[in-house]
């Protein structure tokens, strides 16, 4: 391949009109993902049509995670295929997809072919996603929704889908819970914290965010053991360890706050809140002003 064929990540946002956020969600799902080479990252042109046809296609309302399900099934069922992105015609109305392969047009998951008039041209809607979706695809569904903050209300309902399919889904209370502490519903986002820490009391980030969901409602010494936690498990978390300076301070813990804003100027020196950790060290003082949430 020439190095003419490879574009870094930078170039396919700048080329396509992209953000970081949109390449990192589309890698996840497994629609196009970089390559590798020496550790660096690139595409190449083909990835370049399918990151093109994603694009479109989203615009005009289909769901990355109804996509996702569909190129699986195309991957499968067509095994000449290796990116179907880029190598079949797929069309929407909207809501639905449709591939062409050949001079006839499938229906991804069945693999049944439907007739190719004009007329019908996207009136035989291929339903991608069944009612029986599994945690997996409401998880897919959630993040393809949290990309978007106008539909927080969707990524919210299928995130709690999603945990109704797999109680112990960890991530999607994580996430949901982080959602609602956005929109400063301090009690919910409380609620699926605490859950998440339930699960899994070995998940620094878990401990994390309902410490500092546990600060803004008041309850200080509780947020401080949380974040205490957050730290033992992950010595290395910046922001845990800046969020529990603030707390300590908040409970007059001077010596114990003072440790912890060292402890993130050393591991973050040139962070978004290191200037105000060396002030916050310097000065020695109490007094919440800023925070990493």
């Known amino acids: ?35 590798k080479e020496e550790g660096e990252r690139y595409y190449d042109f083909r990835d370049l049509i399918g990151l ?8 005009k309302g289909v769901s990355a995670s109804r996509l996702q399900r569909a190129v699986s099934a195309l991957k499968e069922k067509l095994s000449q295929v290796e990116t179907p992105l880029s190598q079949l015609r797929i069309l929407s109305d909207g809501k639905d997809v449709v591939v062409e392969h050949g001079e006839a047009r ?3 998951v069945s693999g049944q072919f439907v007739l190719n008039f004009e007329t019908r041209e996207l009136n035989e809607r291929l339903r991608v996603m069944t009612d029986g979706r ?12 949290d990309a978007d903050r106008r539909q927080r209300a969707q990524a919210i309902e299928a995130y709690d889908r999603c945990i109704g399919a797999d109680p112990g889904n960890v991530e999607a209370m994580l996430n949901c819970g982080t959602l609602y502490y956005e929109d400063g519903n301090f009690e919910q986002a409380a609620g699926y914290f605490e859950r998440a820490v339930e699960l899994d009391e070995s998940s620094a980030l878990a401990h994390f965010n309902l410490g500092s969901v546990l600060e803004d409602m ?16 992950e010595p290395g ?3 845990a360890h800046y969020n529990l300076a603030f707390v300590c301070e908040k409970l007059g813990a001077i010596p114990e706050a003072r440790e912890h ?12 809140w ?10 020695g003082t109490v007094g919440k002003t800023a925070g990493t949430k």
């Open 52 to 59: 093109r046809t994603i694009k479109q296609l989203l615009e």
């Open 106 to 108: 499938l229906e991804p």
């Open 134 to 145: 599994s945690a997996g695809d409401w998880l897919a569904m959630a993040l393809a929704y």
């Open 218 to 233: 008041g309850r200080v010494e509780e947020a401080r053991q949380h974040l205490r936690q957050a730290v033992r498990l």
């Open 237 to 239: 978390y910046c922001d």
């Open 1 to 35: 391949m020439a190095t003419t064929d490879r574009y870094s990540p930078a170039d396919v946002q700048r080329i396509l009109g992209l953000t970081s956020k949109q390449l990192e969600r589309w890698d996840r799902l497994r629609l196009v993902s970089a390559q």
């Open 274 to 283: 290191a200037a105000q950790a060396r002030q916050r060290l310097a000065a």
């Open 261 to 272: 804003w060292a402890a993130y100027v050393k591991l973050d020196p040139v962070g978004p």
